[in-house]
């Protein structure tokens, strides 16, 4: 039921940075996991960092130490703060509960990461 919007990708040279946003249309946040997926062309879409509803952060070992998630419960909003981008972090991001089964799929935002 609940509906998400993942907003803040585009174009950016490797090295550079982005904020990608998720705003859900309901408090959801405080109840469940919550995730940030990609999926690149070709690839299956995998699970990069997800937090808890106890506030704790969780990588995935190709974006440990570049990328950050947090979130604002009181806006139902979700940030993926990302530093230090590479090519291969070129995808379609996705927020979603975890396990995905609890939550559905939005529209995504498209990262592309190219000199």
């Known amino acids: 039921q609940v509906q998400l919007v993942e907003s803040g990708g585009g174009l950016v040279q490797p090295g550079g940075s982005l904020r990608l946003s998720c705003v859900a249309s309901r408090s959801i946040f405080s109840i469940y996991v919550m995730g940030w997926y990609r999926q690149a062309p070709g690839n299956q879409r995998e699970l990069i960092a997800h937090?808890?509803?106890?506030?704790?952060?969780i990588f995935a070992d190709s974006v440990k130490g570049r990328f950050t998630i947090s979130r604002d419960v009181a806006k139902n909003t979700m940030y993926l703060q990302m530093h230090s981008l590479k090519p291969e972090d070129t995808a379609v991001y996705y927020c979603?509960?975890?396990?995905?089964?609890?939550?559905?799929w939005g529209q995504g935002t498209q990262v592309t990461v190219s000199s």
């Open positions: 937090i808890t509803t106890g506030n704790r952060a």
């Open positions: 979603n509960t975890v396990p995905e089964e609890f939550g559905s």
